[in-house]
């Protein structure tokens, strides 16, 4: 547990944990360092580092929340890469650190071993981004965390079929803080007026040629079979961009897999094996 401080002055949250190669874990939108708490067990033989961007966990909020961008979240990443001396490492993305390792290998491709993205690509499917804006910045309606994975647990059951009700309750606890007047969002609401205001600012991005960026980096893609931010044939196409990319697709899985699933474990073995 440790914080650095960016050149903008934000005190950003990271864990570096083990030794042995870097691998570096950019989490989710609205996610923090725990995104990556059921992959942890398997990488032991790692240095495993996971940030919290700023405005999320237990990183400082930025006042000025248009700053809540995959650019500054990229440059954050490197200048927390600086700090600990770290020239080059395997980066694994979970969705939207998936986008910030797409922007890293068009602005830093020299900082990167291998890129692993989780469930999300050049194309992100409407309905994906819609699910997204449903719940982003909106506080939970639940009081505890009980209440609230029993939500969770019957809103995810059809991407997620099988999933114990403790795997859902870990995930809320991950989410939320629990308050003496219910839960609490542990990221800043603002981000959803972030995302509003850039969408309207600018339209959405042509992100083939940050994808494109990645064809001299090994670089592997998982997918959960049941997913409805990253498509079927989304993955193809990456192929057919990058023919040395590798890809898995985890069943019973939607947006997004754990990463202790088998085949998730797969591949990211075999991107760290051709560092």
């Not at 803080?177 to 609401?189: A, C, F, K, S, V």
């Not at 509003?196 to 959405?204: D, G, R």
């Not at 498509?231 to 997004?256: C, F, K, N």
Request: aromatic letters at 6%; a negative charge; one cysteine or more.
């Amino acid at each position: 547990m440790a914080y650095f401080t960016t050149s903008d002055g934000k005190r950003l949250y990271y864990e570096d944990t083990g030794t042995g190669h870097p691998l570096l874990c950019l989490a989710g939108l609205t996610r923090n360092c725990r995104d990556f708490s059921f992959l942890a067990p398997h990488m032991s033989d790692l240095r495993m580092i996971a940030m919290d961007y700023r405005g999320r966990g237990k990183s400082d909020f930025d006042a000025n929340y248009m700053n809540y961008n995959i650019l500054r979240e990229g440059q954050d990443a490197v200048e927390l890469l600086d700090q600990l001396g770290l020239k080059k490492v395997t980066l694994l993305g979970t969705s939207r650190g998936g986008l910030v390792a797409m922007a890293l290998a068009a602005s830093h491709p020299d900082r990167l071993a291998g890129v692993i993205l989780n469930d999300v690509g050049p194309v992100i499917e409407p309905g994906g981004i819609a699910k997204i804006m449903d719940y982003v910045g909106n506080p939970p309606s639940s009081q505890s965390y009980d209440e609230a994975a029993q939500v969770l647990h019957a809103m995810m059951a059809p991407q997620f079929p099988g999933i114990a009700q403790d795997v859902w309750k870990q995930q809320v606890e991950h989410q939320y803080i629990q308050t003496g007047t219910g839960l609490e969002l542990r990221y800043d609401p603002a981000l959803r007026q972030a995302l509003i205001e850039q969408a309207a600012i600018t339209p959405a991005p042509d992100l083939w040629p940050l994808f494109d960026a990645l064809s001299t980096i090994p670089t592997g893609v998982i997918r959960g079979a049941n997913s409805d931010l990253l498509s079927a044939a989304t993955v193809q196409m990456m192929h057919a961009h990058h023919p040395e990319l590798i890809s898995t697709e985890v069943p019973g899985r939607g947006h997004v897999p754990f990463l202790n699933e088998p085949q998730s474990l797969d591949l990211i073995r075999k991107i760290l094996d051709a560092k």
